[in-house]
């Protein structure tokens, strides 16, 4: 049964999420006003244009970002969205192993 406190944390679990991507936006418009490239839009690479050590780069950084938002997606999709500084658990994650008396 859907009530008033799941429809609370379903609320504050999509705050939370439209919070991180507006930060995400920011770092990237951050990264490519840096890089010189342009606010929106895919840029244009070609691979044989690229050095093998910026080829090597670019695999690396796309499996760091796949591994990164499958951790955040399974995080999410557990309920467990714990403070990265503290541990603590955020309103709308589920703690495990609790019981309530």
């Known amino acids: 049964m859907f ?3 799941d429809s609370a944390r379903q609320d504050a679990a999509f705050a939370e999420l439209k919070e991180e991507f507006s930060r995400l936006e920011q770092q990237e418009k951050a990264m490519r006003k840096a890089a010189g490239l342009p606010e929106e839009g895919q840029v ?7 050095t ?10 796309k499996a760091k970002a796949k591994r990164e938002g499958a951790a955040r997606a399974a995080q999410f999709q557990n309920g467990t969205t714990a403070n ?8 709308g994650g589920r703690r495990q192993g ?3 008396i």
């Open 44 to 50: 244009p690479t070609d691979e044989a244009d690229m």
């Open 52 to 61: 093998p050590e910026v080829r090597q780069e670019l695999e690396e950084a």
């Open 84 to 91: 990265a500084t503290d541990g603590a658990t955020r309103p």
């Open 98 to 100: 609790v019981v309530r």
């Open 3 to 5: 009530t008033e406190q």
